[in-house]
């Protein structure tokens, strides 16, 4: 479904992905694991178009997706939920999904995948007319989220879904991951959490200071004693 052929990506002078290749195949969840400054969400960023500096090849579904922008990757099935959120704060939840919706022109899909958004988070919809600014943390989380799926990716692209939420909230984010994954959406997924990442991935990617390091089955690398010393705490 995805494939990275030799991808370089980076920021002015500082190459932060080098000769990265990887593939996703439909149906998967493959995560992304590393340290900060690996590379990971520098990755995520390349596919969506939102960062312009680099080279190599990003395939989707067959076709060459390196050189469109956001809004023309996000068309072909590919939205991402970013780090932070990044929700609009002044704007309710509501507002939020609307401009998720922003390149759906039949307003009665917008008003069914919005239906959809609230019966997957139901606390969204207690808080639809809401500033998502008033939200936790949690909540604005599944917000981003949300806000991604109304545009009816078949790649959904996550950037540490997981930060910086109290326990029980991480374990209902990645149940939601499994139960978007169930009813086939394929995902990406990058999380500092590797030992809930590699739970629910069916295979992974380790990368270190932008190259490919380690792959495999997730289960494989959760027994293997490099991962387990660097990112399980084994």
């Known amino acids: 479904m995805l494939e990275l052929n030799n991808l370089n990506a980076g920021y002015g002078p500082i190459q932060a992905v080098a000769g990265l290749s990887l593939k996703v195949a439909q149906g998967e969840i493959v995560t992304l694991l590393g340290s900060n400054g690996a590379g990971k969400s520098t990755t995520l960023r390349s596919i969506s178009g939102l960062l312009k500096q680099k080279t190599g090849s990003i395939v989707f579904e067959g076709k060459e997706l390196l050189k469109l922008p956001p809004e023309k990757i996000i068309s072909r099935g590919i939205s991402q939920v970013p780090e932070g959120r990044r929700i609009f704060g002044r704007l309710t939840v509501e507002e939020n999904l609307d401009v998720g919706a922003y390149l759906v022109r039949d307003k009665a899909v917008i008003r069914e995948r919005k239906e959809k958004a609230f019966e997957l988070f139901?606390?969204?919809a207690e808080r639809r007319r809401q500033k998502g600014g008033t939200l936790s943390g949690g909540e604005q989380q599944m917000?981003?989220?949300?806000?991604?799926?109304?545009?009816?990716p078949r790649l959904l692209l996550l950037d540490e879904p997981s930060m910086g939420l109290a326990p029980l909230l991480v374990e209902a984010i990645f149940d939601i991951i499994?139960?978007?994954?169930?009813?086939?959406?394929?995902?990406?997924?990058?999380?500092?959490?590797a030992r809930m990442a590699l739970k629910v991935a069916h295979r992974g990617y380790v990368l270190a200071n932008g190259r490919l390091t380690m792959e495999g089955p997730a289960a494989e690398l959760a027994r293997n004693p490099e991962v387990q010393k660097a990112y399980l705490g084994g």
Do not use: F, W, Y
């Not at 917000?143 to 799926?149: D, G, H, N």
């Not at 499994?178 to 959490?193: A, C, K």
């Open 143 to 152: 917000l981003a989220i949300a806000r991604a799926l109304m545009q009816a």
């Open 122 to 124: 139901p606390r969204l």
């Open 178 to 193: 499994r139960q978007l994954n169930s009813g086939g959406t394929t995902i990406l997924l990058v999380e500092q959490n």
